[in-house]
């Protein structure tokens, strides 16, 4: 999706534009199994973006190699993300959702490397590669 269209406003209008599993994860705060994600390994130059409305979220040269089964980074995009406290599964984490469209990206955890010390543990699913 296009940062410039007008965002969905009710969920049909959600699950109409996005696949099954963008919608579980977007919309529904899913998690993919880990190490299965198709950006875990990618290590190109570029930019990811939600997969549910297109906002910048993440540069590459952030991306790392956490060995957590999902990919990480160690900062967001200025403005990009919102943190939200999360207390499902019967602990306390920290949702990362994208500040544009409010979709479930998945969480930041403090154990991350410098210069930042953020783990930004993403579903691929709920992001789009753009290497221009």
């Known amino acids: 999706m296009s940062e410039a269209n007008e965002l969905p406003s009710t969920d049909e209008e ?3 534009v996005l ?5 579980r994860i977007l919309r529904e705060q899913g998690t993919e199994p880990k190490f299965s994600g198709e950006y875990l390994g990618k ?3 570029g930019t990811y973006r939600c997969a549910g409305c297109g906002a910048e979220l993440f540069d590459a040269e952030t991306k790392f190699d956490s060995n957590s089964g999902w990919p ?4 967001a995009k200025d403005g990009a993300v919102e943190l ?3 207390r499902s599964h019967g602990m306390v984490r920290t949702e990362v959702v994208c500040a544009r469209c409010e ?3 998945g969480h930041v955890f403090e154990d991350g490397p410098e210069p930042t010390g953020k783990r930004f543990c993403m579903n691929s699913v709920a992001m789009e590669f753009d290497d221009e």
Not at 19 to 23: G, H, L, S
Request: hydrophobic fraction near 15%; avoid cysteine; proline fraction near 0%.
């Open 19 to 23: 696949t099954d599993e963008e919608y």
């Open 14 to 16: 959600w699950r109409e």
């Open 43 to 45: 290590d190109d130059d």
């Open 84 to 86: 939200r406290e999360d």
């Open 72 to 75: 990480s980074f160690y900062d």
């Open 103 to 105: 979709g479930h990206l």
